[in-house]
């Protein structure tokens, strides 16, 4: 979604051992609300998030350095702003919880500013795939200037090695985005649809958003019913396919910034941020639910 730093310039996306199982059994061993898995699929990864704490052989959590695209958070390691629940109403064995938080002047280890805190993991360097189907269970937050992301990014230079935004909400009930981004289709040039929903089963209901991603093709899938494909020959037109090496996995939950302030306008209270928005976060009312995430190739 959200790696749109190019040699040190801000730009907006307007746009992150196998094992074999014909189940919804996960890799820990329970039950989990999850589409049957056929004999063909090996399961790269499995994480239902029954908690109590993410599994560091998976997931990493990353710490504030590097800052992009003008968001007000830094990314800090704190169980404020990644956190379980067992209650999460309509998850099976719990949920992961992303959540920003109001801290006026937070100091980070680099002496950078912010007056916001929020979660963000990656599997780098720990899971990552070519090709497969990658998809999430999630419900979300509404209000204007949220910027929750479940995505995949390239190992090496972006955009050259590539992203994938399954996908990104900007705090709209009504819809979600995906997008693809590539040396010369990056920024506000990458390829990018939107999903429209209901009003009675908006971005505030449980959906799973996924990519199905073979070699010259993707297709974003939203409850399993196809939103957007993106073929080879549309990414070339423009620039290189940057889509045949490894992907690692990202979740996290910005506040404000500029794709917020593209689509709202807002400069007050804060850069892409509506005041009740604030208020929301300040209640501890904005939360980002993961129910599960699943990694599979055929």
């Not at 090709?131 to 972006?158: C, D, F, H, M, V």
């Not at 209901?205 to 399993?224: C, G, L, S």
């Not at 979740?251 to 804060?270: H, M, S």
Request: proline share 4%; aromatic share 12%.
């Amino acid at each position: 979604m959200k790696n749109i730093l190019e040699k040190g310039k801000l730009i907006c996306a307007i746009a992150t051992g196998c094992i074999l199982i014909n189940s919804c059994t996960s890799v820990t061993g329970k039950n989990a609300s999850v589409k049957k898995i056929t004999d063909s699929e090996k399961v790269i990864l499995f994480d239902d998030f029954s908690g109590p704490g993410l599994d560091s052989s998976r997931w990493n959590v990353e710490v504030t350095g590097m800052h992009v695209n003008n968001e007000l958070q830094a990314y800090v390691d704190s169980t404020a702003t990644i956190s379980f629940t067992a209650n999460a109403q309509g998850a099976q064995n719990g949920a992961l919880v992303l959540q920003p938080r109001f801290t006026p002047g937070f100091v980070t280890k680099d002496g950078q500013q912010f007056d916001f805190i929020s979660g963000r993991i990656n599997t780098s360097k720990k899971i990552d795939f070519t090709y497969g189907t990658a998809s999430a269970r999630i419900k979300l937050t509404a209000g204007a200037g949220l910027w929750p992301a479940w995505w995949l990014l390239g190992n090496g230079i972006w955009p050259e090695t590539g992203e994938i935004d399954i996908m990104e909400n900007i705090g709209e009930k009504d819809w979600a985005n995906a997008a693809v981004h590539g040396k010369g289709y990056s920024g506000d040039a990458g390829l990018v649809n939107r999903q429209y929903f209901t009003d009675s089963n908006d971005v505030t209901q449980w959906h799973v958003y996924a990519v199905e991603w073979t070699p010259d093709t993707m297709v974003f899938k939203y409850d399993d019913v196809p939103m957007f494909r993106v073929t080879k020959p549309m990414t070339t037109f423009f620039g290189p396919w940057a889509f045949e090496t490894p992907k690692y996995l990202i979740l996290n939950f910005a506040v404000g910034g500029i794709y917020p302030y593209k689509i709202n306008g807002i400069k007050q209270p804060f850069y892409g941020l509506h005041a009740s928005t604030l208020e929301m976060i300040k209640k501890g009312e904005s939360k980002m639910l993961v129910d599960w995430v699943k990694v599979t190739k055929k």
